[in-house]
């Protein structure tokens, strides 16, 4: 068979949104006529099992056949570290599947966390992009000028490979210095800049249901409305007027708070929340239940203090997933607002059927 064109999107680090590119650039390649495939060769190790939630997800969303899925060839799970490193770093896991084509035009490859992830299995993104010969996309996070440290580290060890980046999650306050500042630094330095994407809340955002799933929490009211999203996470530990000026300004909130803090409560029912998560073991008082089910908001119930309450949901924020369509939509509109598609295609050398053109 005849080969195709492989497009591999890597990440600096975890949770950078390579899996939202993938799914924004497979949907606008789709639209234009690119009979595209996917594949994950390193899967996540999310359990002994290897499941991977986001793999079903990417195939339903881009609606792929069996013959335009390519499977994980090795996860990192501890029965595949304990068994390579009883061989003593024997056989590669062969990449043999990924170089022969099933007919498409360009093979969608999702890369490891980082780039040093899979160097056990010979199956870090360097290891890919040689052994595949495949043009890799980079995707990191704007957390600071200092990304251009981690992407000039990428460059350094994969080369000529690299064909482009995408600085994800730029802060609206950072926009002007990233467009004026860091994109022609690296411009300068051979690495294409083809997207900036602003930070948006929607993609930040974490559901009911991932609270409930963290914490262990229990559902005290509206269990039918898991799907509502957060998108900002709010203590409420201050007296009630300080805490309604504070609520006031927030947007789609959880609030955790005391169970026996019913004035606190009631303010933040009153507000832009989403969800009450309650500590202390206390339950609400009746008229609480009844004006949270009036308004649709869940009350959440955990037996953890508030602080590592809100340090656990903290760090939901940092690992959002993808499985919500209004996320879908918005990682669509991000991509044919910002990425300059046309670019990375000729980057990539990879011509658009006529029909498209």
């Known amino acids: 068979m005849s080969s195709s064109k492989h497009l591999l999107i890597g990440s600096t680090e975890p949770y950078s949104g390579k899996s939202a590119a993938i799914l924004g650039i497979g949907l606008q390649l789709q639209a234009m006529g690119v009979d595209i495939a996917f594949g994950k060769p390193l899967g996540s190790a999310y359990n002994e099992a ?17 013959n335009r899925y390519y499977p994980p060839v090795a996860s990192l799970t501890p029965a595949t570290v304990d068994e390579r490193l009883a061989l003593g770093g024997a056989d590669d896991y062969s990449l043999t599947s990924y170089r022969e084509s099933q007919g498409e035009t360009l093979l969608l490859l999702e890369g490891p966390g980082n780039l040093t992830e899979g160097t056990l299995l010979n ?8 052994a595949l010969d495949a043009s890799v996309l980079l995707v990191t996070r704007y957390d600071s000028q200092l990304l251009v440290d981690r992407l000039l580290a990428a460059k350094a060890q994969l080369g000529d490979h690299l064909v482009g980046v995408i600085l994800n999650d730029v802060p609206d306050d950072e926009l002007e210095t990233a467009h004026q500042v860091t994109k022609p630094f690296l411009e300068r330095l051979n690495i294409p800049v083809l997207a900036l994407f602003p930070r948006s809340p929607i993609m930040r955002s974490i559901t009911v249901g991932e609270i409930v799933e963290r914490l262990h929490a229990e559902i005290l009211c509206c269990p039918d409305r898991m799907e509502l999203m957060v998108e900002t996470l709010t203590i409420g530990a201050m007296n009630v007027n300080s805490a309604l000026r504070y609520f006031r300004k927030g947007l789609n ?70 499985h919500q369509p209004i996320k879908v939509q918005c990682v669509q509109d991000l991509v044919a607002n910002h990425l300059d598609l046309d670019r990375l295609l000729s980057l990539i050398d990879l011509k658009l059927p006529v029909s498209a053109s």
């Open 253 to 322: 909130m959880a609030v955790v708070t005391g169970g026996d803090r019913s004035d606190i409560q009631f303010a933040a029912l009153e507000t832009s929340t989403q969800c009450l998560v309650l500590t202390g073991q206390i339950p609400p008082i009746p008229t609480i239940l009844e004006r949270a089910s009036d308004l649709e908001i869940p009350i959440l119930a955990v037996d953890s203090d508030t602080l590592s309450t809100v340090e656990r949901i903290d760090e939901l924020f940092g690992q959002v997933r993808l």
């Open 50 to 66: 290897a499941l991977d939630p986001d793999l079903d997800f990417i195939i339903e969303t881009l609606k792929l056949p069996a």
């Open 123 to 130: 199956l870090s993104l360097p290891a890919m992009a040689y």
